[in-house]
């Protein structure tokens, strides 16, 4: 079974560029998650999402950063425009369903530098 | 308080000794555990789950929870080098069901 996707692996932009990532979760996961984690720190949900509707967004900062997930399987997560504190490694993961037992699969993330 | 607290180390112990990994939560009516093991540079792999008090056992590792001191630790037997990784304990939340991280706990094994 393939894990979960994400590209690119490494970005660096500067300040208040926009930069986009991709994320292809596990097949037949309803699921998705965006997680972003600085360095030191646990992973910091973002936005979940049920097949292609938002459940929780409450921590995502809604002013630059956006997230969408076309028919149910591939999201992307968009930063317009990034500031430094924005240099993560950001996180996706799926899951079968949203239920509290469930386990999430991350994918290998993506390393966000700005400069 | 922050929601799920975890020592963050560096936690060192010999080869072969027990390591011992704790984590405290402030939402009494979670209901799910889990620990999660990271490796420097990769992303977090899931490495056990707890949703009962008491013990569970999943080879070297074992799982405890108590509910009532809303604390949770994962206690690794037999340590090896290998094991040298950052332990993220996961708790998720009753209202919701999000999952919330500690900042995790650095554990080192010297052969």
């Known amino acids: 079974e393939a894990g979960v996707a994400q590209s690119p692996r490494y970005k660096i932009i500067e300040k208040r560029q926009s930069v986009a990532f991709w994320c292809n979760p596990i097949s037949g996961h309803a699921t998705l998650y965006w997680y972003q984690q600085i360095l030191g720190q646990g992973p910091k949900l973002l936005i979940q999402f049920q097949n292609n509707g938002v459940v929780d967004d409450s921590q995502l900062p809604k002013d630059r950063f956006s997230a969408e997930r076309l028919k149910g399987v591939d999201s992307t997560l968009k930063i317009q425009p990034a500031k430094l504190e924005d240099s993560a490694v950001y996180l996706c993961?799926?899951?079968?369903?949203?239920?509290?037992?469930?386990?999430?699969?991350f994918g290998p993330g993506t390393r966000l530098l700005v400069l | 308080q922050k929601e799920v607290e975890q020592n963050s180390g560096p936690l060192s112990v010999p080869e072969g000794a027990i390591a011992s990994l704790n984590c405290t939560y402030s939402?009494?009516?979670?209901?799910?555990f889990f620990w999660y093991r990271q490796y420097s540079g990769k992303s977090p792999e899931l490495i056990m789950f707890?949703?009962?008090?008491g013990d569970k056992e999943d080879g070297r590792f074992t799982a405890q929870l108590n509910k009532a001191s809303q604390y949770v630790s994962l206690l690794i037997r037999d340590s090896q080098p290998s094991d040298s990784a950052t332990y993220l304990c996961a708790v998720r939340l009753n209202q919701g069901g999000k999952l919330i991280f500690g900042q995790g706990t650095e554990l080192s094994v010297k052969p």
């Open positions: 707890i949703y009962s008090n």
């Open positions: 939402d009494r009516g979670s209901q799910s």
């Open positions: 993961a799926s899951s079968l369903e949203r239920v509290l037992r469930e386990t999430q699969y």
